[in-house]
């Protein structure tokens, strides 16, 4: 439950430092004196939303559950973004990744207060975001943990924190600080040591499969629709051909080792709004030789040969991509459950979706943003339906009947899936759901939406030694759950670093040393160069950030961008010439994607499709195409080999 409080000291512009901001919300850390309120950030709406929306009700150190009354004007606050976090958000992420999300507290403002803020942090602000200010009129901030700051062991909750007064000997929640000491057996991090956060927006995990989705726009059953829309932001935004990201979100959520290390790598040479890495919780630009900050935090010594910097970058690199890589190993259920929630909840695809937006129109129904009891209706409505799902799949059951009647809001799934793709059967299924029926397709939508839009930080600390870390038998490490007295658990992981010395020297087996508290050098057995690593102990705590709910009225928004982006990128396809659109025609006729199949002519053109090409393109299709369904990979193998 979120709290609503008044809390003076926090009304000077002075205790706050811009940290980072988004298209709707702006983040400042707290940078004031007052122990109790250190690795706080405050997030404050950005205007364009509801500007007349006011609420004079003086609700001031209230609890609000869902019962709250919140008018229909005010969905689009602060206040509204928490209760659908606690009642939406969390129970689909379940309990132990709902941890991940960040407890809050709403801090109430006035207008003057948001005033003097957005002058003083103006001057950060990057310049392409500039065209919308601070919502004034926002009678709330939220306030939350600074997911880019490491907690110390027992640290408070955070309205124990902020509300109570420190307990004497307490001590501040800062970085320079001395950690509080543990009754686990535990390793805390070293003081000392550095904190690196990693922020990802991974976007869509999956491929869509809508019955909904027109023959013409087939290609979205192959391509996905980040590397899709990557093609249409280059046109927008008139980006160089060579800046277009590699990066795919397929990619990222294989769990094979080298796909997921080239999509992290492409990541790494244009993060756009994708990737952010904070070092002691400031952002580091990603500009020219970067990683060099990160090689204190790495133990990564300078390099005594005339490329020393490019040698080290290297190394640097490689390490991050290496701990990255392990750590969404580590992370797997996190990432299958976003992808899960995020293909279930979008089961029509917004060309369904926008039909299904349409008939309501026609219907003449009130579609309207649902209320905090009516979501919680929804998400129960969701799980029913997916529980049906399980136990229906579990039986092996292929009786459609048997499952229609545990459905309240659907026709059950098979129905909605077997039907063929053409107007008719759509029109037909559409006419047979009734009005809830069809809300419940659209509210799920939207929650998917939430769900394709949110970011995950991992925030990195040294630990003193490897006491706690699983491995299992691929030797990585296993996400631990350390104390159940912690606020916010953190978890441990150890990556092998190529040692920055093996580079000058050759290694001897007698060198085995223990250099410094947090790492240890070995020589793999197997390895031919007898190269020496530094086996490194990480604590990591991690963290999902940007939850809010998502509104009807981008709907009719949603669908034209979604038009506008497979129609560009099948001109790419074509303009190119290119062997991807030949493979894509190849595929088709495999299929039986809008054309009847023909395995002669499909197996015409993947041969075609071999003539020439372009890298990225063959990337692309390589990864995020063809070769994501192991089945398709196989057919396309037999027909290359
Ligand atoms: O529609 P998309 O996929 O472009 O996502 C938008 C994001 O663009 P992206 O593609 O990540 O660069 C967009 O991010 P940027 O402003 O581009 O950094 C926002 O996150 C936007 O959400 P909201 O309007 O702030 O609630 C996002 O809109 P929603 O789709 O989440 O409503
Ligand atoms: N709790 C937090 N701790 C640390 N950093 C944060 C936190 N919340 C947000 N940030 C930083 O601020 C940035 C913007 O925040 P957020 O994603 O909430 O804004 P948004 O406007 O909703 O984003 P979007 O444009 O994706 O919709 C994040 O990308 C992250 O770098």
Redesign the pocket.
């Known amino acids: 439950m979120t709290r609503i409080e008044s809390i003076p000291e926090l009304y000077s512009v002075k205790v706050w430092h811009f940290k980072a901001e988004?298209?709707?919300n702006i983040i400042l850390t707290y940078n004031g004196e007052n122990e109790k309120f250190s690795g706080i950030v405050i997030r404050l709406r950005k205007s364009n939303y509801d500007e007349n929306d006011s609420n004079d009700e003086d609700n001031e150190n209230m609890e609000i559950d869902s019962t709250t009354t919140i008018t229909r004007d005010s969905k689009d606050s602060p206040i509204f973004s928490c209760l659908y976090i606690d009642n939406v958000v969390k129970p689909l992420l379940g309990e132990s990744i709902g941890e991940y999300v960040g407890e809050t507290i709403l801090l109430k403002v006035q207008p003057k207060f948001l005033k003097e803020l957005s002058n003083s942090i103006r001057r950060f602000r990057s310049v392409k975001r500039l065209h919308k200010d601070i919502d004034f009129n926002q009678q709330y901030a939220i306030l939350t943990f600074d997911q880019t700051q490491f907690p110390l062991i027992n640290s408070p909750t955070l309205s124990s924190s902020v509300l109570l007064p420190p307990p004497p000997s307490s001590p501040a929640r800062s970085l320079s600080s001395p950690a509080r000491s543990s009754s686990s057996t535990v390793p805390s991090p070293p003081i000392s040591s550095p904190t690196l956060s990693i922020e990802l927006?991974p976007?869509w995990l999956f491929l869509p499969n809508s019955p909904f989705i027109s023959s013409q726009n087939s290609i979205k059953f192959q391509t996905c629709r980040f590397c899709m829309?990557k093609y249409y932001?280059q046109k927008d935004n008139k980006i160089d051909q060579s800046l277009i990201t590699g990066y795919c979100p397929l990619d990222l959520v294989s769990f094979e080792n080298q796909r997921m290390k080239k999509s992290i790598e492409e990541l790494f040479k244009s993060p756009?709004?994708n990737l952010k890495i904070f070092l002691q919780g400031e952002q580091v630009p990603l500009e020219k030789n970067w990683q060099q900050q990160l090689s204190e935090f790495f133990e990564i010594d300078a390099f005594n040969s005339p490329d020393g910097n490019q040698s080290q970058n290297k190394l640097i690199m490689d390490s991050i991509v290496k701990l990255l890589t392990e750590t969404i190993l580590a992370e797997s259920s996190l990432f299958n459950h976003l992808k899960y929630l995020q293909r279930t909840l979008d089961e029509s695809d917004i060309e369904g979706i926008h039909k299904l937006y349409l008939n309501q129109q026609q219907r003449k129904s009130n579609l309207s943003d649902p209320t905090i009891e009516e979501w919680k209706f929804v998400v129960e409505n969701y799980k029913q339906r997916i529980r049906n799902l399980r136990n229906h799949n579990h039986h092996n059951n292929h009786n459609n009947n048997n499952n229609y009647q545990n459905y309240h809001h659907y026709q059950n799934h098979n129905n909605y899936h077997n039907h063929n793709n053409n107007q008719n059967n759509i029109r037909e299924m559409i006419g047979n759901m009734n009005n809830s029926q069809i809300q419940q397709r659209i509210y799920e939508f939207l929650i998917s939406?939430t769900f394709?839009?949110c970011s995950i930080i991992f925030t990195f600390k040294k630990s003193s030694s490897s006491q706690g870390v699983v491995h299992d038998d691929n030797n990585r490490s296993k996400a631990a759950k350390i104390s159940p007295v912690l606020h916010k658990p953190f978890k441990n992981i150890s990556i092998l670093i190529p040692s920055s010395s093996s580079q000058s020297h050759s290694p001897s087996l007698s060198q085995l040393h223990s250099s410094s508290s947090s790492r240890k050098t070995y020589f793999l057995k197997d390895s031919n160069s007898k190269k020496e690593f530094n086996k490194i102990h990480f604590n990591y705590i991690c963290g999902i950030i940007d939850l809010?709910p998502?509104f009807i009225k981008?709907i009719l928004y949603?669908h034209h961008?979604d038009l506008k982006i497979v129609k560009n990128y099948l001109k790419h396809l074509n303009d190119n010439r290119n062997g991807e659109i030949r493979k894509y025609l190849g595929y088709c006729y495999e299929n039986g994607i809008g054309i009847i199949k023909d395995e002669a002519k499909s197996f015409q053109w993947f041969l075609k499709s071999t003539e020439r090409g372009n890298t990225i393109e063959q990337y692309n299709l390589g990864h995020c195409g063809i070769g994501t369904n192991k089945d398709e990979e196989k057919t396309f193998q037999r027909f290359l080999s």
């Open positions: 988004g298209n709707a927006k976007k829309h932001k756009d709004n939406t394709k839009d809010d998502k981008k949603y961008l």
